[in-house]
């Protein structure tokens, strides 16, 4: 495959998410190998699916005082997320508008942020403060030089940022979800954990990987089958922005759960799961919650931002790093097999198998829908939403 041309390739991969489109679950296979491994359909897949859209940079707790801040890299962009010394949250494009350094790194609190190159500084607004020596400059205008504002919402606690000044709302579409999770009150919960990691594996494996409850079980045996086992996955709707699915505790476990008062006894008693496409994926407890956030860095490797967010001030230091230490033993089983799979993929006997039972793999269906309505052209007869006309 990787000896093809992307003219080649391009509308192959099309024409496979159109096909999947008209088919039933019930022929459901998995994606070809080309999909994961071809450097020319991940840059199809980064400038059609994740620069048009809203995507999640991180939690508000990570932001919560006059000057706090972190960067990151977008796919290529240069982010800097910061809480303005006016109390307002703000997402900048973070490169100077001199000679186009990148301005700040890391994280943490900063009055204003300096360039490394010429020592142009700005103030946590954005606005430029000093450029030094530039005065003779006959047209440079120091008051109206900024960094450029990016477009920045909060939803359940997650901060989401969008490229685009003209992209519209998403919180509408998310309504179906927010029905599903609003008694959780994510917003509500506190960070307690955060980390950063690079993974060798596409970015499609492993949110379809943290989206599926097929392998709890046979993967996760002495971490979460223990918890929530693979037999009490049950598949929910798909909304327009999200799907998920939900999973029992294990009756072995203790009956005593805390949760927000909100939630009712089945609540209680399950966890869901959900992925806001394509970088967003959540697990939610009644007690605490992960997430993860994906950037794809090339076919073979993702950037994830993970964190621990948990219900409530009664944590002590001791159960939360109980939290942090299964978590961190389930990822790592995530990653080895992942990297397995990412082989596999690339090999010229890989083929295409059929997914499971609804309840264990209808969410990788989902995603291909997702895929589908985002990339593939409309069928002949329909509209761009897959209805016949």
Not at 194 to 211: G, I, P, Q
Request: with cysteine; proline share 6%; glycine share 8%.
């Amino acid at each position: 495959m990787s000896g093809q041309s992307v003219n080649t390739l391009d509308p192959m991969f099309r024409q496979t998410l159109g096909r999947l489109r008209q088919q039933s679950y019930a022929q459901g296979y998995s994606l070809p190998g080309a999909f994961y491994t071809d450097s020319a359909w991940l840059e199809a897949e980064r400038r059609e699916l994740f620069l048009p859209d809203w995507f999640c940079a991180g939690r508000v707790e990570e932001v919560e005082k006059p000057g706090d801040y972190f960067c990151f890299d977008y796919v290529g962009e240069p982010v800097l997320v910061v809480r303005g010394s006016d109390g307002e949250l703000r997402a900048l494009a973070n490169v100077c508008r001199h000679r186009g350094a990148v301005v700040a790194s890391g994280r943490g609190n900063q009055k204003k942020f300096m360039c490394p190159y010429h020592h142009w500084a700005y103030d946590t607004t954005g606005q430029l403060l000093n450029a030094p020596q530039m005065h003779e400059h006959e047209s440079f205008d120091a008051a109206s030089c900024r960094l450029p504002r990016l477009q920045c919402r909060t939803w359940q606690g997650f901060i989401f940022v969008n490229l685009d000044p003209q992209a519209g709302e998403f919180e509408a579409a998310l309504a179906p979800l927010d029905a599903l999770i609003r008694n959780y009150h994510l917003e509500e919960m506190r960070l307690r954990y955060l980390a950063e990691e690079v993974w060798d594996t596409n970015w499609k494996c492993l949110l379809e990987n943290f989206m599926e409850g097929y392998h709890l079980t046979p993967l996760h045996r002495s971490t979460l089958h223990k918890v929530n086992p693979s037999s009490l996955c049950e598949h929910l709707e798909p909304g327009e922005r999200h799907f998920a699915y939900r999973v029992g505790f294990s009756s072995r476990l203790p009956a005593e759960r805390v949760g927000h008062g909100d939630l009712s006894e089945s609540e209680m008693d399950s966890c869901i799961m959900f992925a806001l496409p394509p970088g967003l994926a959540v697990g939610i407890g009644s007690d605490y919650c992960s997430f993860l956030s994906l950037r794809p860095l090339d076919p073979a490797r993702v950037r994830v931002k993970m964190g621990l967010f948990f219900h409530g001030d009664g944590w002590s230091q001791a159960d939360v790093d109980a939290a942090v230490e299964l978590f961190n033993r389930t990822m790592d089983e995530d990653k080895q097999v992942l990297l397995r799979v990412q082989q596999g993929l690339a090999s010229s006997f890989h083929r295409p198998g059929p997914l499971a039972a609804r309840d264990l793999e209808g969410t990788i269906w989902d995603f291909y829908q997702y895929m589908g309505r985002s990339m593939a052209p409309p069928a002949p007869g329909r509209d761009t939403n897959g209805e016949q006309k």
